[in-house]
């Protein structure tokens, strides 16, 4: 973890910096691109334009070396057709010389930002601040090469994409080190009996380092006493953790809910590894105006296991149950759950399965 009395220790390495003015992160050529102000005057602060299926290299790094901070943002999305942008964009990590990914998201959920809208999160390794500053702080190690690519699955051009990657380079890296991985996954109605897959076919040693859920509830009543299993090293009917209920997990209580003037009002909250930032089951506005979408209610949740990485040798698989309560007690419900899974491990990985096409990605 990090530790403030550690930060007077010097250390070993080159701090390094890419963005579109610096597309190598090369030493002494930051900025170079001329403006009407004249040279090296914010000349080249985005990429201009990202075409409709156009997939741009963010940043390619010969290492070794760690990635330390990612900020992103792109321009407000106002026009009905990119209404769920961050959903149509899809960011991916390459580490060494792997030809899959090891992060295969669509941008806004790899941020804790799911349903296309972007909302303020406060968190340890994820922060997303006003308005639409997506920041990444979880460690990227590398021994070779690392590459990061944004793919544009919108029906439309974006404009003016803005990043910033920030690494050190390294002669070399601690022992044991692992490769960062995350991924995205949805079940747009889960099946009753069958916990939702969060994770699996996860083969080698690593740990898991958090997830982030976005759940549209499609049933009424309360939603949340699924427990979150964690199946470590050939865990086959029952698995080594189980959680005691999904606000329990996401470090709430009581279905996150006070009682004020005789209504149950939700509590968001945002705390350094666990937190609830985002509910919202009003119309969408658009343009200055509600449409009236008939919305399902809409929550995200955030838990890291940063102090309480959960550690496997062989082969790790994460699941979370769709079970609530109503007035005749529990009840096996059908939701529609999204979530990221992040962690490390040893390569090679398993390569993931293929992302769902951009239309079903979309909130209901």
Known sequence: MFDLSQISQLKQGKSRSINWENRNGEKGKGGMAASPLGPSRKG???????????????AEITGPGTIQHIWITVTDHTSDRNRYLLRDLVLRMYWDDEETPSVESPLGDFFCCGFG???????????????????????????????????????EDLEAFFYQVDYCLTDTLPENTGYFHAQWRRQRITEKGNDYVILDNVRGRGQYVGMYMALTTLERYWYGEGEVKFYIDGDQEYPTICGTGTEDYFGGAWSFAAQENGRTVEN?????????????????????????????????FYRWHIADPILFEEDLKVTIQQIGVY??????????????????????????????????????
């Not at 990429?47 to 290299?57: H, M, N, S, Y």
């Open 44 to 58: 080249s602060p985005c990429v201009p334009k990202i075409a409709a299926g156009e997939t741009v290299t963010l």
């Open 268 to 300: 968001t909250y945002c705390t350094p590894f666990m937190g609830y930032p985002y509910y919202s089951n009003r119309d969408t506005l658009v343009h200055n105006d509600y449409h009236n979408d008939d919305k399902m209610p809409e929550r995200s």
């Open 327 to 364: 007035h005749g007690g529990l009840f096996e419900r059908q939701d529609d759950v999204a979530t990221v899974a992040y962690w490390y491990q040893t390569e090679p990985h398993t390569p993931f399965a293929p992302l769902m096409e951009r239309r079903e990605r979309w909130p209901r």
């Open 117 to 155: 809208a972007s909302y303020c999160v406060n968190s340890m390794p994820i922060a997303v601040n006003p308005t639409r500053g997506f920041n990444c702080y979880f460690p990227m190690p590398f021994y070779k090469k690392a590459r990061i690519t944004i793919e544009n699955q919108c029906d």
